[in-house]
């Protein structure tokens, strides 16, 4: 069944007492408050196990911003699956759009990871998206299905089904600007709908997509009203509770 999923992505900001701090706050504005989405927060790794403690006993999951693509051994500086989940963590976003510029990730490196976050009973996140080059030269649709079918479409359709799905505009991250809309439902629709060709109706429907692209407390209640727009992966305004808290009720 397809849920509708608020998460917050902290990204490299807070230290680790504001980061507690932070997830106290926003655990006490949810106390007694009933909500139509479920809630999720990305700290910094360095910051998971300690969040798990300060969310535990309300509706906050907790997610790490990433993962190794590899089970274990000598990979200095590295976090895998594994030592996510061994942390209380239920979610993993892999694939964001600064990893895959940054660190040069591919579609295959983001696949083996989601395998491994599915190996270790986390519920992977994981994004897709175009650049503003891509977009304007409209091969927006060639982008996203080749990242959606390459990373994300080697599993069986029970596995496949566990995923949620983030669509970054990334030419919408950080720089004020925000997809329309219309232009978030257009491309929404049609990632379920190569979900159909590929798994069938019945798992693209349940499938959740969230949006990623400057969703703040102003626009969020517009963006969710799409019928293909389940939520929204939330960048700055996940780092003011209040802000989140906003975003969360929009639903």
Known sequence: MRKNVVAG??????????????????????????????????????????VVDAVKGSIVGVAAQNCADKEKGAYTGEVSAEMIQSTGAQYVIIGHSERREYYGETNEIIKNKIALALQNGLTPIVCFGEVLAQREAEKHFEVVKSQVEEAMFGFSPEDFGKMILAYEPVWAIGTGKT?????????????????????????????????????????????FSNTDVDGGLIGGASLKAADFMAIIQAF
């Open 179 to 223: 997809a329309s809309a219309e232009q978030a439902q257009e491309i929404h629709a049609f990632v379920r709908g190569i979900i159909v060709e590929k798994f069938g109706k019945q798992v693209a429907d349940d499938c959740t997509i969230l949006y990623g692209g400057s969703c703040n407390p102003t626009n969020a209640k517009e963006l």
């Open 9 to 50: 992505n902290w990204k490299m900001n807070k230290n680790l007492q504001e980061g507690v701090a932070l997830a106290t706050e926003l655990k006490a504005l949810l106390n007694g408050v009933t909500v139509k989405c479920d809630v999720v927060i990305a700290p910094p790794l360095t910051h998971v196990a300690s």
